[in-house]
C-alpha cells in the first residue's frame, strides 16, 4: 500500500517542495526519507516529549572531544571524564593521557593534567567529596599469533635482610643456557625478613642463637632479546641479574616457569590518586600493593574502600589479593581474600555485608569466582545466592540497587556470554535481601538480548535503562537504539524516547543534579555490518530529559536556602515556597560508572516534615551508614505528579 502522509505532515515538513517530494513517495527510499521526516516530526511534539521525554546532543568543542571510558559526578555538578589513553595505543605509546571536566549546567569544559594512564581504572567516591581513581594501564595487550618474543612473570628474589633492591626497567636476566630476557618496568624487592620464631626454637628446628631469613620477592613482565624458539620455556629456572656485582649478585636473582608467545593481556598499574572537584586537580597518595587493570572499587560504611580484582602486573587476574584504603592516612592496607572476575558488581548492603550479582566484564575463567552472593567482610565468609536465570551470560550485564535502598532489592539485567561469546540475554532478575531466605525472581525481560545496558536510577524511584547492544562489543551493527523506564512497584517496563547515538563497550550514563541523563562513550568493535571496517570510539554527549520535566516546563518544585550538612540528629531543614506540594525526598549518591559498572549509585528515602506555615520541608537521614555510606549526596524532592526540584548538594559525614 502506498504511503499517504497527512495533511499536517504535509504542511509542516515539506512546504513549497511537496509536490515534488510526493511524487515520488511511492519509491522505496523516498518512503524511507518520509518516514524519517515523520518520526522527527513526531518526536519533537509537546505531547510525545510528555509522555515519552526527549534526547539532545550536546555540542562538545572538538579539543575537548575524548574518548570517555569513565564518568563521574563531582560535588560540584561538574562531570568529570576519563579516557587515560583511551584505547589507543599510540595515546600509551606518546605518553598521551587524557581527562575533561565537564560543567552541564553551563556547558563548558576543561582539561585535567592527567598524571597516569586510568585507562580502565577503578573509582569511587570518597566522604570528603574527593574521587579515589585508583589502577590503570601499564601495557596495551598483544593478541595471539602478534606476538614476536616470548615473555611471561619473572619472579625476582632478595636473599638480603639488609636492604630492598631496584631494578630499572630493562634490567637483563639470563638463563642458564644464556637466553636473556629484559625488564619491561621499574621493580623494587623488599628485602629478606629475619624471624625469631619461638616455636621454631621449641621445635628443634632453630637454635636460640640463630634466626629464620625469608627472601623478599617482587614480580615483573620480562621479554627475550631476541625472537626466536630458544627463548621459549615452560622450565622452571633460576636466572643471573645481569650487571648486579658483589653482595647484590649473590643475593638476587630471578625466577621464572612459563615464558611463551601466547596472547599477552593488558597490565595493571599500582598508583592511586585522589581528584580533588575544588582543586580540580589529582593529588597521588600511596599506591596500591598490587597492580590492578579492570578493578572495582566500593566504599564501605566506615568511609574505607575496599579495592577487588583487576589484571595485575604481568597481566593475570589478582588471584584475590584485596586491599582497603583509609582516606584517613591515604595508604592501603591487606583486605580479605576472595577472587573475583574483573569489574565484579559489588553493592554495600544493609549490615555491611557485600552482594556480589555475579555482574562483571573482561576477565577471568568462566567457571571460577562467577556465582553470586552475599560476602561477609568481617568473618571472609560468602554464601551463594541461588535462581538467577542464565547464569551464564553475566558479563557485561548491569546491577542496580532498586529504589529506595531501604527496600534491599536488587536487580540484574542483560548481559552476555564470557569473553568474545556471541550470547545476550533479556532476562532481570530481582533479589530481595530482606527475605530470610533470598533468591533472584525474574523480572520483565528487555525488549532484547542486551550487553552493556547503562541504568540509572531517577528522583521519582524509576530506573532509567538506555542503550546496549545484541553482539559483542558492538557487532554487526547490533547497537540498540531503545530506552525505557523500569517502575519497581509495577515491575514492568514503559517506553522513553529513543536515543539517537549507540552505546555499546565502554559506554556510561549517569543521572544530573538537574535531573536529566548524561549518556557518553562507546567503542564498537566494527563500524559496519559485516565487521570488516575496525570501530571507531563514539565522543558525542547526548542528554536525555525525562517526561516528567517536560510536564513541569518552568513549575518545578523548589528547595530554597539550607544547610549543606546535616545537624546532629541527620536532619536538614531547607525554605520552599513549595512545601505545600513536596510529596517525597530522596537522598541520590552519584554515579562513578566505568564498563557497566556503577556501585556507587544509591537512593535512600527519607522521612519528610513540613511547618504548618507550609514554608519549610524537614528532611531525615537514616543513621545507618551501610544505608548511607558518608559522602556528599544530592537532594530531590518530588511533588504528587511525580515532578523533581533540581538537587541539593549536602554531605553525610
Known amino acids: 500500500m502506498a504511503y499517504r502522509p497527512s495533511k499536517q505532515f504535509k504542511k509542516t515538513l515539506l512546504g513549497s517542495g511537496a509536490v515534488l517530494v510526493l511524487a515520488a513517495l511511492n519509491a522505496p527510499a523516498a518512503v524511507s526519507f518520509a518516514t524519517e521526516k515523520y518520526h522527527a516530526y513526531k518526536i519533537a511534539q509537546p505531547g510525545y516529549q510528555r509522555k515519552y521525554g526527549s534526547w539532545a546532543v550536546v555540542d562538545v568543542p572538538p579539543q575537548y572531544r575524548i574518548n570517555a571510558v569513565h564518568a563521574a559526578l563531582l560535588h560540584t555538578g561538574k562531570v568529570l571524564l576519563v579516557a587515560g589513553s583511551g584505547d589507543n595505543q599510540k595515546q600509551f605509546d606518546a605518553g598521551t593521557f587524557e581527562t575533561v571536566l565537564w560543567d552541564p549546567a553551563r556547558n563548558t569544559f576543561k582539561k585535567i593534567p592527567t598524571p597516569e594512564d586510568f585507562f580502565c581504572s577503578g ?30 612473570a619473572m619472579r625476582v628474589n632478595n636473599e638480603s635482610p639488609d ?37 621454631y626454637i621449641k621445635s628443634g628446628q632453630m637454635k636460640p642463637w640463630e634466626t629464620k631469613v625469608t627472601a623478599g620477592e617482587a614480580r615483573v613482565f620480562v621479554e627475550a632479546v631476541k625472537a ?7 622450565e622452571a629456572a633460576q636466572y643471573e641479574v645481569v650487571g648486579l656485582k658483589g653482595a647484590d649478585a649473590d643475593h638476587v636473582h630471578g625466577l621464572a616457569q612459563r615464558l611463551t608467545t601466547e596472547k599477552q593481556d593488558f597490565q595493571g598499574i599500582r598508583a ?10 589529582y593529588v597521588p597518595v600511596a599506591p596500591m600493593k598490587d597492580a590492578r587493570w579492570y578493578p572495582t572499587l566500593v566504599t564501605l560504611d ?23 584504603y583509609d582516606p584517613a592516612t591515604r595508604k592501603w592496607s591487606k583486605g580479605p581474600f576472595r577472587y573475583f572476575p574483573t569489574y565484579p558488581a559489588l553493592f554495600l548492603t544493609k549490615g555491611g555485608k557485600l552482594l556480589f550479582t555475579g555482574s562483571s566484564a573482561g576477565y577471568g575463567p568462566a567457571d571460577k569466582g562467577r556465582r553470586p552472593g552475599l560476602w561477609d567482610l568481617r568473618k571472609n565468609s560468602f554464601t551463594t545466592l541461588p535462581g538467577l536465570t542464565d547464569p551464564d551470560q ?20 542483560g548481559g552476555g556470554g564470557v569473553g568474545e561469546s556471541p550470547a545476550s540475554t533479556a532476562r532481570t532478575s530481582i533479589i530481595d535481601l530482606s527475605k530470610d531466605s533470598p533468591v533472584f525472581r525474574d523480572g520483565p525481560r528487555l525488549p532484547q538480548g542486551t550487553r552493556y545496558l547503562s541504568s540509572v536510577l531517577m528522583p521519582d524511584d524509576t530506573v532509567f535503562t538506555t542503550g546496549g547492544s545484541g553482539g559483542y562489543r558492538g557487532r554487526s551493527r547490533s547497537d ?33 543534579p538537574d535531573g536529566r541523563v548524561a549518556t557518553f562513550g562507546s567503542d564498537p568493535l566494527f ?30 518544585p523548589v528547595l530554597g536556602e539550607g544547610p549543606r550538612q546535616l545537624d546532629r540528629n541527620g536532619r536538614a531543614t531547607f525554605r520552599s515556597k513549595d512545601a505545600g506540594r513536596i510529596a517525597k525526598a530522596r537522598l541520590m549518591r552519584p554515579s562513578a560508572v566505568t564498563h557497566t559498572t556503577d556501585v556507587e549509585q544509591r537512593s535512600v528515602e527519607l522521612g519528610l516534615t513540613k511547618d504548618p506555615d507550609g514554608v519549610t520541608v524537614t528532611v531525615q537521614v537514616p543513621k545507618d551508614r551501610t544505608l548511607v555510606p558518608p559522602g556528599w549526596y544530592m537532594l530531590f524532592v518530588t511533588d504528587r505528579d511525580g515532578i523533581p526540584s533540581e538537587a541539593k548538594w549536602i554531605q553525610v559525614s
Open 123 to 152: 573509582h569511587t567516591q570518597l566522604a570528603n567529596g574527593h574521587l579515589l581513581v585508583a589502577g590503570g594501564t601499564a601495557r596495551y595487550e598483544v593478541l595471539d599469533g602478534q606476538v614476536k618474543k616470548a615473555g611471561g
Open 163 to 199: 636492604k630492598a633492591v631496584t631494578l630499572k626497567k630493562g634490567t637483563v636476566f639470563r638463563s642458564p643456557s644464556g637466553v636473556e630476557y629484559v625488564s619491561k618496568f621499574d621493580v623494587t624487592v623488599p628485602r629478606a625478613r629475619r624471624e625469631f620464631e619461638s616455636s
Open 228 to 234: 626466536g624458539p630458544q627463548a621459549l620455556t615452560t
Open 272 to 281: 592511586a590518586y585522589e581528584f580533588d572537584p575544588k582543586a580540580e586537580r
Open 302 to 324: 566506615d568511609g574505607r574502600v575496599l579495592a577487588v580484582s583487576g589484571l595485575n602486573d604481568v597481566g593475570d587476574v589478582v588471584p584475590g589479593d584485596n586491599e582497603i
Open 394 to 413: 553475566l558479563e557485561t550485564s548491569a546491577s542496580v540497587l532498586l529504589p529506595p535502598a531501604q527496600h534491599q532489592k536488587v536487580m540484574v539485567l
Open 480 to 512: 540498540i537504539l531503545k530506552a525505557q523506564f523500569y517502575d519497581p512497584k509495577s515491575n514492568a517496563f514503559s517506553k522513553a524516547a529513543e536515543p539517537t547515538v549507540g552505546r555499546n563497550y565502554h559506554s556510561e550514563a549517569l543521572l544530573l
Open 527 to 556: 563500524d559496519d555490518a559485516d565487521n570488516t571496517k575496525l570501530g571507531t570510539f563514539e565522543q558525542r554527549i547526548e542528554v536525555f530529559t525525562p517526561p516528567s520535566l517536560h510536564r513541569a516546563g518552568p513549575d518545578r
